[in-house]
Nanobody
Framework: QVQLVESGGGLVQAGGSLRLSCAAS????????MGWFRQTPGKEREFVSA????????YYADAVKGRFTISRDNAKNMVYLQMNSLKPEDTAIYYC?????????????????WGQGTQVTVSS
């Protein structure tokens, strides 16, 4: 069993930065792929970024490529999402997700564990 807890969300002006953190419990964290998804009211949860178990491979949605950076520290059971040049359309609840690294990172079904989410609001 893995428990995930996100932190770091908040209110920021357009062009600003935030760093989201995801703390994971469980001994198998280092073998899991980790992802970030986001959701706004009335819309499906959408893929933002993912990182392989080793950290060697990273993946990004086109909407955030070049602005967001995902990283992980397996020694600390932590995953991070550095978000720069934020835009109002980045406003959403951001969720951390974890699952067995099967090579499929873009879909919610690939992840067995989810955090409660953290709100990110970008004002114009």
């Amino acid at each position: 069993q893995v428990q995930l807890v996100e932190s770091g969300g908040g209110l920021v002006q357009a062009g600003g930065s935030l760093r989201l953190s995801c703390a994971a419990s469980g001994r198998t964290f280092s073998s899991y792929a980790m992802g970030w998804f986001r959701q706004t009211p009335g819309k499906e949860r959408e893929f933002v970024s993912a990182i392989s178990w080793s950290g060697r491979r990273t993946y990004y949605a086109d909407a955030v490529k070049g602005r967001f950076t995902i990283s992980r520290d397996n020694a600390k059971n932590m995953v991070y999402l550095q978000m720069n040049s934020l835009k109002p359309e980045d406003t959403a609840i951001y969720y951390c997700a974890g699952g067995i690294d099967s090579g499929s990172y873009y879909y919610t079904d690939s992840y067995a564990y989810w955090g409660q989410g953290t709100q990110v609001t970008v004002s114009s």
